[in-house]
């Protein structure tokens, strides 16, 4: 999908244009042909552009002879995806292999002083509005976090809780190397002259770069919190199978005392009480004895 939206000073609201002066090209999940019509628009080399189509593309800055080239990691469906800005001088452009949900915001309620004319500062919006979703992703698995914890304290199904703690470190790895990039991203942007930058945007970059470093902060608290769970659950699982393990020592020892004592009255030799009327009922009374003694003290020993 291609579209082109404009907002000015003069027009303070974001609408659709057919202009190609200041404006902000949406290109949402881009065909090579809607790719190549913006690139003979805006005088872009096409060979140099078309790999932002990749979604393993890594966060970077390309400085070209009429453009510069910012790709940012964006967090969708618990991955981390590329988001493209190409800047030109009449344009800002946007790439996105997704529908992410920042893009909705600014269409919809776009910040007070996005203007497509400050390119610049328009993608220091983009970025901020990304961090903001990167922040509510992990307020996300925060709270999956604390349902999983309360799952494994309640014993619920082992399978189940491996597969989300597995999950959620996935997620995390995706979250925290793209955090980690594009603040290699702002840090360039900060340094970079072809970026042109008034005083306000620098202090919106520093500004940008401390959020990024308290998610980083959070992201790594969460990788700790899980690892915890990991060790908790694996604690458990043992004590579990200890405790399984004991039940079964203990009925297999108690049903060795029959076993044993009917294995000796088994041979064909001289046996005590062999002459005696009532020997069954003796020896059965004394095995049942001997059997609920080596309960008692197993239950003593909490092996059952």
């Not at 872009?44 to 990691?73: M, N, R, S, T």
């Not at 959020?211 to 700790?224: D, G, L, V």
Request: charged share 20%; net charge neutral.
């Amino acid at each position: 999908m291609l579209a082109y939206y404009k907002r000015t000073n003069s027009a303070p609201v974001l609408k659709k244009t057919e202009s190609k002066r200041d404006v902000w090209v949406n290109l949402l999940q881009p065909t090579p042909g809607e790719l190549h019509k913006v690139c003979d628009e805006f005088y872009l080399p096409y060979e140099d552009i078309h790999h932002i189509l990749d979604k393993d593309e890594k966060a970077q800055i390309e400085i070209g002879e009429k453009h510069v080239l910012i790709v940012f990691q964006i967090p969708h469906a618990g991955k981390a995806l590329p988001f493209s800005l190409i800047l030109t001088r009449s344009a800002i452009i946007t790439i996105s292999l997704e529908q992410y949900g920042f893009l909705s915001t600014i269409l919809e309620r776009p910040p007070a002083d996005f203007y497509t004319s400050k390119r610049t500062r328009a993608t220091l919006h983009f970025y901020r509005l990304a961090l903001k979703s990167f922040m509510r992703g992990l307020e996300q698995t925060e709270q999956r976090m604390e349902k999983l914890e309360a799952s494994i304290m309640k014993g619920h199904r082992a399978t189940d809780s491996l597969q989300n703690i597995l999950k959620l470190q996935k997620q995390l790895i995706y979250f925290n190397t793209a955090i980690v990039s594009n603040e290699g991203i702002l840090e360039k942007m900060l340094q970079e002259p072809a970026i042109p930058k008034y005083q306000s945007d620098q202090d919106v970059l520093n500004d940008l770069l401390l959020e990024n470093t308290q998610a980083k902060a959070m992201i790594s608290i969460y990788t700790q919190i899980l690892s915890t769970l990991g060790e908790t659950y694996s604690s458990l699982i043992n004590n579990n199978v200890n405790h399984t393990m004991k039940i079964l020592t203990s009925f297999t020892i108690i049903m060795t005392i029959p076993t044993v004592i009917s294995s000796t009255y088994g041979m064909n030799i001289g046996l005590p009480l062999q002459s005696h009327p009532f020997a069954f009922l003796i020896v059965m009374a004394g095995t049942a004895l001997l059997a609920v003694v080596a309960a008692v003290i197993f239950r003593f020993m909490r092996w059952l």
